[in-house]
């Protein structure tokens, strides 16, 4: 059982299913074909907005690309410390925006707060010549920390950076899981609470490949078809993204699975938590579950074939230390866990413990 | 009827089987999935040599990457003027190799000779600190008409590369079809002829997204993965390329599919080479077909819903002038043509011409 | 005697001084001091309009930078295959643009026309994706054949750029040598002829290390103070370049100088081209001289110390050839040269081809 | 009187006197002239070691050039977090490296430690592709807050950058002073303590726009006269920076200008230092005085025309709070600052806190 990442699975049924639908015949290359043009009216819907939608195979292409729309190479874009776009793309963004500087900005549980960001913002003054300027701002949603900034949240930190002239973007690798624990909608979430750019993950949620790139507003997507082309991510045979697309949105599939990848992590975080030994430095808000592990938890994990994420991370809660016995470890659920995998983890997981014990 | 490209038509049978069978179960993320590593082992068994085999959605992010890894920011590549690399991926080697300059050469039918590139190589001399240094050369095969190198002239080529200390790119899109076309192996078409790099093509020739940059000598691949992630084309779920290449290498199926696309385009050409008025500036060696045709011809095809790409070139052979009352035009056949529909577009030409004569 | 190129003598006296003068005291840094202000000022008067004025200490930085300010990396410039910016500069402008592609365009003695112009915009149409987008022409005057554009060309070619919305430049390394051969104003070579921005050299006329790069519309300049400061091109003593431009600029010093170096490259052309056997492809319009001359001239000239540039060109006039046992070569002019030596050329020439008849 | 900056005042006179010296006669372009060879071996002989030297105008090209020779596009540069290169060049690095990531390390007064530079090490795997790869060390000497490492420490920091495979680069914009403060030689500053790449300033310290990129293994400059002229950084007339750089280090003027310069601040520290109120937020090592002075001493001081640098700084020592009554200014001391200017300061800061304390 693979629980290190809700990348490990494959493609849920409705999504291979409009992929078969979409092989036959023929289709018009790079993007101008049906079911690209379907995907792309189901996110304007989706967003209850106009929108330019870019489909992309890739979160990190994605990310990249949305970022290279709001900042020159110049720029500085304000994320967390520990966020994917400044760690875990070796250095996307900077090849992407011919670069710019990624300013992390520390915070418990992956999450910035407005006093970080405004204290951070004074160190880059507009027309200082010699300091990159301050162009974007990028939250995650849900974070690297699997935890959730609340509308309230998102809305005053959009506050902030509106009143920089910065650009927003959210990167929703998992806009899914995020939405539905938010129990709103993606307007909401986006574009009424100040979002202008967002990378809208389906590939951890129940699609193979693909994301999209979606612009609330047209003009700040003027030029992003030559930086797509321009960067190997217009794909010819543009179905494969367009029938994901549309496979994933259809009868709130996307919603489905977001729903019981949460609920699959619910389970699995109290189960867990009430194993004793076992701590969780943050609530479980979405589909990722953060656990520091008595070392036995982890070695019986481990034998039992059950993989979980080794994870560290600067974003520990103040004060919240892992001892020389403990194991941090992350677990991920998706739209294909199943119960039993659950049970049984939380089944291995008390086992090792009162071994441990009887020891 | 669609013939204005071979990426107008999804995946081929074997290939999307492929693709369903790898859907089920738990695989490692990011190239590490069993059906990646499948894949590789076939591609050295295709090449009858070790390589580093690298797999991407795109063919432009295929070439880029090869580029890059060739060349520093720099350094001169030498082209075909008319070559995909230079004129039709929106400036993606410049992006990828951080600007490094592509060097167009002049030639008729697509292809440069061995004095042109010599002639080209005296302007960029070594050491020179004011001109970009000559760093790789690339040679498209099938070239941008449709043409094919003969592995003598590869070897040529690929001689006066290395006599220079050029590495050497092949721009495989069609990597079948020129194989097919010249009853040759692919390691003689690559490394027993010179080539360094391949970008070997499978989703014009039935895969949906899937290429590889294949290396020959692993050093040259040193840097290649973080190239490739820092380019957003490392695919998350990995066994999305990992099965499109196994589907479509398996039991011959690619050189199947590349014999029919170029048997289908054979009877085409031979068939509108009949058409009177109809002119064909060069050989038909794969599977693209380029012809000059009556003005009435071209509207009747339209007409019929039989599309065909305009095209421009800059290498008609000496002498050959395009009147005001023809088009030029280029098909493509496919794996999926069939032999009712060429046969439907000769008859269309032929009827439109009869016509013309008769008005 | 060095004739090889006009940058292997230093500054001219008056901007020595100025240099001096400007050395004591002190002056805020990076460009805020009193001289570069005065320099500034004394541009916008030399050009009858308000500038935009960046002072940077090579003619490489000042081209790159002023390139950078006219196109995105996904766009063209324009360009004569042989100007400067596309062959001399080891891809700085590719660096500076992050990638853009220079299009180099054939035409004899270092100029284009403007129906060559057409005909390759014509291959790059806008919107089409996988084409980089028409961005900017760069014409260079004096040319690298050291001929000129006239008004009534320049005005042409900047028409048609206009109706293909192009940025235009002007590569004037040689500027004033050019203003002084046509006998016009600062002001009829560059706006008034429809030229957006321009490199403004002044070091290969008396200065030591200064040009400026001018803009006549503030919001092209917009964001250039940061591509300055970004490539390193924001002098920290400022002075350095002001008092230079200063020195340069006051009392038509530079017009003078370009003057003296023209008159001395006309008596060098005219006596060389009455030496039996020399030959000048085209005419001699500013301070360079082009000429192809038998082995034992050259060889002479060598013996007795005087230093001309081994040349090369595609853009020899339709037809004429350079034989086996000739040789072309580049002499260049400049403030400091001095009619004996230019007698002393024409002499050792002279000289040498009597001998050969001799013998 | 303006103690903003070292960059506020000319050239020394021995540095103009080589440059009016340098200016007369034929000399050939591009760093071919007989001056700067003579500056290279002046560079070997100050650092007692083969040198490949690359003279610059800039300080930030100096560095920015630097840097790129030591990593790759997805490669880590670790540095203080206040350091110049990350904070001060306007993304520089980032555009000369195509993209790497400059990662900050905290730490009071400028430095950072051994420690903080394993524990940022260890986020940073080698081999893990989503992660920037390690590549490159940089520390200031003097660093951003005037403070020194001793070689102690230089030796011990480079050492754990060797352990890591990491090129070493000290930022010497102040190496004069540095090495003069330390009473130690060039060699023992650098390659006897295990630097790699040196950028040797003199701008600061006498020269007008002069700095040196040094290496001493030449294998690792191999590319970087294509990186100097394609960033525009090889001046044509290339014994302006070779003059300068004589000029600069003949007699030991450089020694005798930092050690005047070093004199003057320290002077200034025990001058200030005594004042009432004003506090030292770390000691004065070497030519600049980092100063927490009443509001009323700073009015003071603007109002008699002695300018000062506002400052801000991460680094201060923990505990240290800048009160709402105070101000935070940088001195910056050169060879030309004189005693008097010095004592007219203490004496304005002095008469300031007696007239608050009698108000």
């Excluded at 619910?266 to 479980?284: D, F, I, Q």
């Amino acid at each position: 059982m693979n629980l290190a990442s809700d990348n490990v699975v494959g493609m849920s049924r409705p999504v291979l299913d409009a992929l078969i639908a979409a092989n036959g015949g023929g289709e018009p290359a790079y993007g101008a074909d049906s079911w690209t043009a379907k995907a792309e009216k189901m996110l304007a819907d989706v967003f209850e907005h106009e929108v330019s939608a870019f489909l992309i195979a890739t979160g990190t292409g994605a990310n990249a690309l949305a970022l290279a729309a709001l900042t020159p190479p110049w720029g500085a874009v304000f994320c967390h410390e520990e966020s994917h776009v400044i760690d875990d793309e070796c250095g996307a963004p900077e090849m992407f925006t011919d670069g710019a500087k990624l300013v992390g900005i520390r915070g418990s549980g992956g999450k910035f707060t407005v006093a970080a960001l405004e204290e951070t913002l004074e160190r880059y003054v507009p027309g200082v010549v010699k300091s990159v300027q301050p162009a974007a701002m990028s939250v995650s949603q849900v974070t690297e920390a699997g935890t959730l900034y609340s509308l309230d949240e998102i809305r005053t930190l959009t506050g902030v950076a509106k009143a920089h002239k910065l650009g927003t973007h959210l990167d929703g690798a998992r806009f899914a899981n995020a939405m539905v624990a938010l129990g709103c909608t993606a307007a909401e979430m986006t574009w009424k609470s100040g979002i202008d750019v967002v990378s809208f993950g389906a590939t951890k949620n129940g699609a193979l490949a693909c994301e999209a790139v979606i612009f609330f507003d047209k003009a700040r997507a003027e030029n992003f078809q030559y930086r797509r082309k321009r960067s190997g991510h217009t794909v010819s045979k543009g179905r494969l993204l367009g029938a994901q697309m549309v496979g994933y949105l259809e009868n709130g599939h996307w919603i489905d699975n977001a729903r019981h990848a949460n609920a699959m992590a619910a389970t699995l975080a109290s189960g867990l938590g009430a194993v004793p030994g076992v701590r969780l430095p943050w609530p479980t808000q979405a589909n990722e579950i953060f656990a520091v592990v008595p070392e036995g938890v982890a070695a019986a994990l481990a034998a039992e074939g059950i993989r979980a994420a080794p994870w560290g991370s600067l974003s520990l809660p103040e004060g919240f230390v892992i001892g020389a016995g403990e194991r941090f470890l992350r677990f991920v659920t998706s739209f294909a866990t199943e119960a039993a995998q659950i049970e049984r983890v939380v089944a291995v997981a008390k086992a090792a413990t009162t071994r441990t014990a009887a020891e």
